[in-house]
């Protein structure tokens, strides 16, 4: 049920309604939990996972194999790996895969609906299964509204963990910011889950862990501004990962030349560049190899003029776009976001762009596409660019996620910074580090963040019912 109070106590407090928040609270209700609260500081739900265009990576599933596609564990690990550079917290990583299939079933019980298709272009992943327009957690949201024992509190924030054991080591609950009168108190007897996604929207968090993407589009959910990182931190959690903290390629620069976003609006997200298209910056030229993920080409964006790219693409690429939001090319058409002509020459002018210069790069590109190997970058090339009209996205780069924060155990407890438990503290989704390594492989979020919610649900709710921390 929905509540515009706050109860006074509950078994086992969630915060953060995004889908991290949901899998937790479902979760604790499921594992025998009297009572479950779950607040969201906005008037909505969802976060930055209702704002999610991917989807999410699964290995060895039932779609797979009706496609006729072969995965498993392994291959899912592997590419883990290669993307977090093998830095990723090894017993995080075994529990994602050991519950990776369990958490897909889990989401298709609660209505979720997935797509799959056997990837047919470089830099798509095998792993990927399609969920669009924040599906996923507007299907657990109704089943979090009419589970009879969660109580779903929005437009309340949480501001202080409160411990309240002989020894103050135990969270015993939440002091609530100050709404309508002075901040109150919520007490808990099995535990608090943190679920309050990252601090992309926090200044003063970018400008000390990530400085290098201040001049990045802030994006993801509107609440992303670091409360569970404040919360923990002031109770001794540890931090991990806070270096490699990273852009998305690909946001849209819809009033393009300037690049001032829509207020109000997050960036859309477009990736022609994985269909063919090539990325060059305001002087023409190629700066990457565009099969590269769009985190690594996000890095190199930033030290580009401006920081704005286009990623240049033909007629042939156009007959490729699908439904799936961030390969929708002719969405993106309709919506302005793109500018095209029958001309290269044309099309330089009309993005500001020197025409000989860009002349000059696709002649190359597509001398390279008749030779079979890119001279400039080692991109397994596919075909030529040489069918008009051509068309240009002009985009920049977003801080969509953080994809680091507290340190946790492979039961979620949030560990202090000599890896010791917090007792009845646990945390789930965007806000654990670990599971990720040095980079972030798409889709892998979403189900991080279902895994991790529906751990950290389940041990709240067992310890409301005996009292223990394990």
Same mark, same amino acid.
């Given at each position: 049920m929905i509540s515009e109070q706050v109860p006074p106590r509950t078994d086992v407090l969630?915060?953060? =309604?995004?889908?991290?928040?949901?899998?937790?609270?479902?979760?604790?209700?499921?594992?025998?939990?009297? /009572?479950?609260?779950?607040?969201?500081?906005t008037a909505d739900f969802g976060g930055s996972s209702r704002q999610a265009v991917g989807g999410f990576a699964f290995a060895g599933t039932d779609l797979q194999r009706e496609a006729g596609t072969s995965d498993s564990n392994e291959e899912l690990r592997r590419d883990l790996l290669k993307s977090g550079e093998g830095n990723n917290d090894a017993s995080l990583l075994e529990l994602l895969l050991d519950r990776q299939l369990e958490a897909y079933a889990w989401l298709r019980q609660h209505g979720v609906e997935f797509a799959y298709s056997r990837p047919a272009a470089a830099g798509s992943g095998v792993h990927t299964h399609s969920n669009w327009g924040g599906?996923?957690?507007?299907?657990?949201?109704?089943?979090?509204?009419?589970?009879?024992?969660?109580?779903?509190?929005?437009?309340?924030?949480?501001?202080?963990?409160?411990? =309240?054991?002989?020894?103050?080591?135990?969270?015993?609950?939440?002091?609530?910011?100050a709404s309508a009168g002075e901040p109150g108190l919520l007490h808990t007897g099995g535990g608090v889950v943190l679920a309050t996604?990252?601090?992309?929207?926090?200044?003063?968090?970018?400008?000390?862990?990530?400085?290098?993407?201040?001049?990045?589009?802030?994006?993801?959910?509107?609440?992303?501004?670091?409360? =569970?990182?404040? $919360?923990?931190?002031?109770?001794?959690?540890?931090?991990?990962? $806070?270096?490699?903290?990273?852009?998305?390629?690909?946001?849209?620069?819809?009033?393009?030349?300037?690049?001032?976003?829509?207020?109000?609006?997050?960036? =859309? %997200?477009?990736?022609?560049?994985?269909?063919g298209a090539v990325a060059v910056n305001l002087h023409g030229k190629r700066f990457t190899d565009e099969s590269a993920s769009y985190k690594a080409i996000g890095k190199l964006c930033l030290e580009q003029p401006r920081g704005v790219a286009f990623q240049l693409f033909d007629s042939k690429t156009m007959a490729l776009s699908r439904t799936a939001p961030a390969?929708?090319?002719?969405?993106?058409?309709?919506?302005?976001?793109?500018?095209? /002509?029958?001309?290269?020459?044309?099309?330089?002018?009309? %993005?500001?762009?020197?025409?000989?210069e860009l002349t000059r790069t696709i002649d190359r590109y597509n001398r390279d596409a008749d030779a079979g190997v890119d001279s400039q970058f080692g991109r397994r090339i596919t075909g030529k660019l040489d069918q008009a009209p051509f068309y240009a996205y002009p985009c920049g780069v977003a801080v969509t996620t953080t994809f680091c924060? %507290?340190?946790?155990?492979?039961?979620?407890?949030? %560990?202090?910074?000599?890896?010791?438990?917090?007792?009845?503290l646990y945390a789930a989704g965007e806000l654990v580090a670990g599971f990720h390594g040095s980079n972030y492989m798409s889709g892998s979020a979403l189900t991080k963040s279902v895994v991790t919610g529906c751990i950290a649900g389940a041990h709240a709710a067992v310890a409301s019912l005996t009292g223990a921390t394990e």
């Open positions: 969630v915060i953060g =309604g995004g889908i991290a928040g949901h899998s937790a609270a479902l979760a604790a209700a499921e594992g025998g939990a009297a /009572s479950v609260v779950l607040l969201e500081k599906q996923a957690v507007r299907a657990l949201h109704k089943c979090v509204l009419s589970h009879p024992r969660i109580c779903y509190v929005p437009g309340h924030a949480a501001e202080r963990l409160v411990r =309240g054991d002989e020894d103050r080591t135990s969270v015993v609950g939440v002091q609530l910011a996604g990252g601090f992309s929207r926090s200044r003063q968090y970018m400008e000390a862990f990530a400085p290098q993407l201040l001049a990045a589009i802030p994006s993801g959910g509107s609440g992303n501004t670091g409360d =569970g990182l404040r $919360m923990a931190t002031a109770l001794g959690a540890g931090l991990a990962d $806070m270096g490699w903290v990273s852009g998305t390629f690909g946001a849209a620069l819809p009033g393009y030349p300037d690049l001032t976003p829509r207020e109000g609006e997050p960036p =859309g %997200l477009l990736f022609p560049i994985y269909s390969h929708n090319f002719r969405a993106a058409l309709e919506r302005g976001e793109l500018r095209h /002509s029958d001309t290269l020459a044309d099309l330089a002018t009309t %993005l500001g762009v020197d025409a000989a924060g %507290l340190t946790v155990d492979t039961a979620t407890r949030v %560990l202090d910074v000599y890896g010791e438990p917090i007792a009845h």
